[in-house]
């Protein structure tokens, strides 16, 4: 009660304070979404009647496929369109739910009233809210509609398809002589839409022809004269070359295959898009000449593909071990069996268009479905093998067979009556198979290269190992890039075109594209494989780019500042983790994957982190505060336990200590923060060394001490300022010995002084006749070892005490008794 009281009581006082500027706000706020509303309703109502349209058009061209496709595609549109609409409200409701919440719900009989203008706005808010209800609810329900009328466009389809496959044609019907001369009919109509097109079109059009033709012919030549350039020796087989590797013969066949296609496919093309361009065609003329390129780069390509694969003139770099008649004649009928499937579709499309008789499409179809069968069954009883007896061999039983049935079956479908059905399968042998081969052949290409030495030893390998520094390793990684390439570009090229073989349409692989681009929901998951190449793209981006600031700020700013060497080290060092961090996170940001979802997952690495990963953690944050604090830095000499060596890198797990034996140990950075490290170049490389000299018995010490001082005063590298001294250390066992204590302004140099101050230290010597004595020649009794068991020591001592007494007590006795007998004989 207190708290709705205080509640009213701001809301009068809000009302009291400023009413003017709180009835504009409110007004302004209706006009806003008043105006929304009428907008998405205008849409909503634009896209009712579209539908309505291609409702209407499905139920028209419900026999063709492609048309179904197309209206399929915009009805996909129409149900994003929808769903826009219904979430362009989103906002606004939240707002509006939000100001109800605010405002509270109606007082209850008994309680006080509330202002006229808050039971205004609830009212407002209430309507509102209600609009937008029914508008969404028409959008929902509008994009119900258009799912269902996608759903049906899929049913249609597959029946479509099942008739195509399973209609029989009464052949008796077509099978008369009436065809004959629809026939003859066909073709003078056919022919004079051709000849009065060419002469229009050389009459008005022939400049324009002359260009388009010229510009699509440079495109071809371009493509195939930069193949040949880029590709050198894979791109034809090399007669000089006797016992090519398998490789080779591999990248040669697929490569001398896909190019030439390509470059004959973008002449056509260019052609046909060049003509339509500068209206060249007309619309029978243009479908005609959309049917004759496709013809003509499926005949062009059965054709290499066979010839590179059997290639009649080369034995030794054939694919398929067969002689060479029998490749000849296997070219031969190859390419007659896509001539006959080729001319047949193009007819197709020509009795489509002009409307021909039913009759003669189905003699056509079935003309050449016969000669399919008979040429398919040649093929499989030709003998392309010689033994060691020179007897010729069949092909494989399994591959024979298979062939002969696929021949007798589309025969037998032909002679049935299922014309599209031994159709359906004359095409799939000849294309579908052309493709998948060229596909298989590309893929043993891509793993050839891929195995380890195996892009090494291709042309464009051996040219980059004599003309570039790259080592075996390095050719071996870049084959492996080289080989993923290679399969993704395959998957990319020869899986669109299987999927139109087989009865799909472009509009069906634009929408799958699309899908799988825009994301794939499985369950509440949703996966774009757009998303994730745009976050892998940024990542990659970024990473660059932290690693050219990383050198820039390196090699420009801090080398032009003359920083020292370990505070360079540990500012690149932070910017390029920093920078790799954000570029993760930017990458992640653009892949679509919210970060707040990433509270599950972080959730799990700190358990993991208490359990398994203290000392990975221990290592991360020791290495910061190396980073940080720089006890050491690279190019200090340190000294870790046993360990002493000169820091080569500091990284956030380990650091790397090069020892003077150039072994390189990396050594975790806990032990480095947890345990005593020297540092001998820590604040500079100022230290001393010392050089220890002895000198015999006798000599004059003072004599000694003068000449070592000189020495070390004279020495180059040592210091005048600390000034170097002699220490006269002890008398030894051996010699007097002397320390020459002398100061080095890099300490790093103290092994030098050392090695030329003793070589000084002899040849002075020398000349002095001071003589160094040898410890071996020394007479010196060797000093027993500092007992380690007292007790076995004390023991042993005992012992000996104990023997020394009772052999005092046997001489005393002998003494005695030797005494006893000099006594004179009484006599």
């Not at 009660?1 to 409110?26: E, G, K, T």
């Not at 361009?277 to 390509?301: E, K, P, Q, S, T």
């Not at 075109?497 to 949703?526: C, E």
């Not at 930017?586 to 690495?605: C, H, P, Y």
Request: hydrophobic share 50%.
């Amino acid at each position: 009660m207190f708290f709705r009281l205080l509640r009213l009581i701001l809301i009068l006082a809000l009302v009291v304070a400023a009413p003017p500027s709180f009835d504009a706000m409110a007004q302004a706020i209706g006009q806003g979404a008043a105006g929304l509303i009428t907008d998405q309703q205008k849409a909503i109502q634009d896209l009712t009647a579209k539908t309505d349209g291609l409702e209407k058009k499905i139920q028209e061209d419900g026999e063709d496929d492609a048309t179904l496709v197309e209206i399929r595609l915009q009805l996909e549109e129409m149900s994003r369109a929808a769903l826009t609409s219904a979430l362009a409200f989103r906002s606004r409701l939240t707002d509006i739910n939000n100001r109800i919440e605010t405002l509270g719900p109606p007082p209850a009989a008994g309680q006080p009233q509330e202002p006229d203008i808050v039971t205004g706005e609830r009212q407002a808010l209430a309507s509102e809210k209600a609009e937008i209800n029914a508008v969404i609810a028409s959008a929902q329900n509008l994009s119900i509609r258009i799912n269902g009328l996608i759903d049906k466009i899929g049913n249609m389809r597959s029946e479509l398809f099942r008739n195509l496959l399973t209609k029989r044609y009464e052949l008796s019907d077509a099978l008369s002589p009436q065809v004959v001369s629809d026939a003859q009919d066909e073709y003078v109509n056919l022919y004079k839409a051709v000849s009065s097109w060419l002469s229009f079109a050389f009459k008005f059009k022939f400049k324009a022809m002359l260009a388009a033709t010229f510009i699509a012919l440079a495109l071809a030549v371009v493509l195939l004269v930069g193949g040949r350039r880029l590709f050198g020796r894979i791109f034809e087989a090399d007669a000089s070359i006797e016992d090519p590797s398998y490789l080779s013969r591999l990248s040669v066949a697929f490569w001398s295959t896909l190019l030439p296609t390509l470059a004959v496919g973008a002449f056509l093309a260019s052609t046909v898009f060049l003509f339509n361009y500068y209206n060249v065609l007309r619309g029978d003329i243009g479908v005609f000449l959309n049917a004759l390129a496709a013809v003509i780069a499926v005949v062009f390509c059965v054709n290499r593909l066979t010839n590179a694969a059997l290639e009649p003139r080369l034995p030794n770099w054939r694919l398929i071990p067969v002689e060479t008649g029998p490749a000849r004649r296997l070219v031969r009928l190859t390419t007659a069996m896509a001539i006959v499937i080729g001319v047949n579709n193009f007819l197709a499309v020509v009795n489509d268009k002009m409307g021909s008789p039913l009759s003669v499409t189905i003699v056509r179809s079935f003309v050449a479905t016969i000669i399919f069968g008979v040429i398919l069954i040649l093929m499989a009883l030709l003998k392309p093998f010689k033994a060691r007896d020179e007897s010729w061999r069949p092909w494989p039983a399994w591959l024979r067979y298979t062939a002969i049935a696929l021949g007798l079956f589309t025969i037998a479908a032909a002679l049935l009556g299922y014309i599209g059905l031994a159709l359906f399968v004359a095409l799939q042998v000849v294309v579908t198979g052309t493709v998948l081969i060229t596909a298989y052949i590309g893929f043993l290409s891509a793993r050839a290269i891929g195995e380890e030495g195996g892009f090494a030893d291709t042309s464009v390998g051996r040219w980059l190992s004599t003309n570039s520094s790259y080592e075996e390793t390095a050719l071996d990684q870049l084959g492996l890039v080289v080989s993923i390439a290679i399969n993704v570009m395959i998957v990319l090229v020869f899986l669109p075109l299987i999927l139109l073989m087989w009865g799909f349409q472009p509009g069906d692989i634009q929408a799958w594209a699309y899908k799988l681009a825009t994301g794939i929901t499985i369950g509440s998951v949703t996966i774009s494989v757009l998303g994730i190449l745009s976050g892998i793209v940024v990542f990659v981006i970024g990473y660059f780019l932290t690693r050219w600031f990383q050198g820039w700020l390196d090699g420009s700013v801090m080398a032009r500042g003359r920083v020292d060497t370990g505070v360079r080290n540990s500012i690149r060092l932070a910017v390029g983790y920093a920078g790799v961090a954000l570029a993760a996170l930017v990458g992640v940001s653009a892949a679509g994957i919210d970060l707040s979802n990433l509270a599950l997952v972080a959730g799990a690495l700190s358990l993991g982190i208490g359990f398994g990963l203290q000392n990975v953690v221990s290592n991360f944050v020791s290495g910061l505060i190396l980073l940080a604090e720089r006890p050491f830095k690279v190019g200090d000499w340190i000294v870790a336990g046993e360990i002493s060596g000169t820091v080569k890198k500091i990284s956030v797990r380990a650091t790397e200590i090069e020892t003077f034996q150039r072994q390189s140990v990396i050594l975790p950075n806990s032990n480095l923060i947890n345990n005593a490290v020297g540092n001998w170049t820590h604040r500079n490389k100022l230290g001393r060394v010392e050089i220890k000299v002895g000198v015999a018995y006798g000599s004059d010490v003072k004599r000694v001490h003068a000449l070592l001082l000189d020495i070390a005063r004279n020495h180059p590298l040592v210091l005048k300022n600390p000034e170097p001294f002699v220490l006269f250390t002890n008398f030894g066992a051996a010699a007097l010995e002397f320390e020459i204590r002398v100061f080095l302004a890099d300490v790093l140099n103290g092994a030098i002084v050392q090695n030329d101050i003793r070589f000084t230290v002899l040849d002075v010597f020398d000349s002095e006749h001071i003589e160094i004595p040898s410890t071996p020649r020394a007479e010196v009794k060797k000093h027993q070892a500092w007992p380690i068991d007292d007790d076995k020591i004390e023991a042993e001592f005992a012992e000996r005490e104990e023997a020394e007494a009772a052999a005092a007590i046997e001489r005393e006795r002998l003494a005695k008794s030797k005494r006893k007998s000099r006594k004179p004989d009484p006599d």
